[in-house]
């Protein structure tokens, strides 16, 4: 087992104003009776992630008093408007130099499960320094970023685009750990997707 200072570190973007959605942050949106940040939180930890780094934007104040998030690292990123970039970047910048690598999550895949963050840190443990959860054969979240490649991940981080620069240039060394079977990857963006995750505890189908 790696020690704590060297494992790979959870970093969980929750900065989103769910504009789209309507509903207000996407991190306080009330999910099994509590905000969506705290089970995306328990999902991480029980995966196997010992620390926890939250980035924290819209309503930030109000999130860090409503959710349960002791023992989490939050990071406040005040460019939180500018997209999900700017919230990958203050993650990156916040973590311990010494953690193998960052498992990158959104907040808002409750279809992410324990599982899949497991087999990303199993992959890693078996020498992946770049993974990416895959459903049935497509590539999702969470990503594995290792700590080799965080600079390039941030520099690419512009908008919306996330880590997606980063995961194009190393296409070839990116290692896809399919996940299809313990879970779906699909993000709350709408309030219609929002009321079947409440309903049905998943998206509705195609």
């Known amino acids: ?110 279809g992410v499960t324990a599982g899949a963050v497991a087999r990303l840190l199993d992959a890693h443990r078996r020498g992946s320094a770049l993974a990416a ?10 990503v594995l970023i290792g700590a080799g490649h965080w600079a390039e991940a941030a520099a690419g981080a512009v908008g919306d685009s996330g880590a997606r620069a980063l995961l194009r240039a190393h296409a070839a060394e990116l290692d896809l750990v399919e996940c299809g079977d313990v879970g779906v990857p699909d993000d709350i963006d709408t309030a219609e997707a929002w009321a079947d995750w409440q309903t049905r505890g998943r998206p509705r189908a195609d």
């Open 1 to 110: 087992m790696q020690p704590p200072e060297t494992a790979p570190v959870a970093l969980l973007l929750a900065a989103g104003e769910g504009r789209r959605l309507g509903l207000g942050p996407k991190a306080l949106l009330p999910y099994r009776g509590r905000p969506l940040v705290e089970h995306a939180v328990s999902v991480l930890r029980t995966g196997g992630c010992a620390r926890v780094l939250v980035v924290l934007g819209a309503a930030a104040d109000e999130v860090a008093a409503r959710a349960d998030l002791d023992g989490c690292l939050l990071v406040r990123n005040p460019d939180w408007r500018s997209g999900m970039g700017s919230s990958l970047r203050a993650g990156l910048a916040a973590l311990p130099p010494a953690a193998s690598a960052a498992l990158v999550a959104l907040v808002d895949t409750p």
């Open 133 to 142: 959860a895959a459903y049935r054969g497509r590539r999702a979240h969470p």
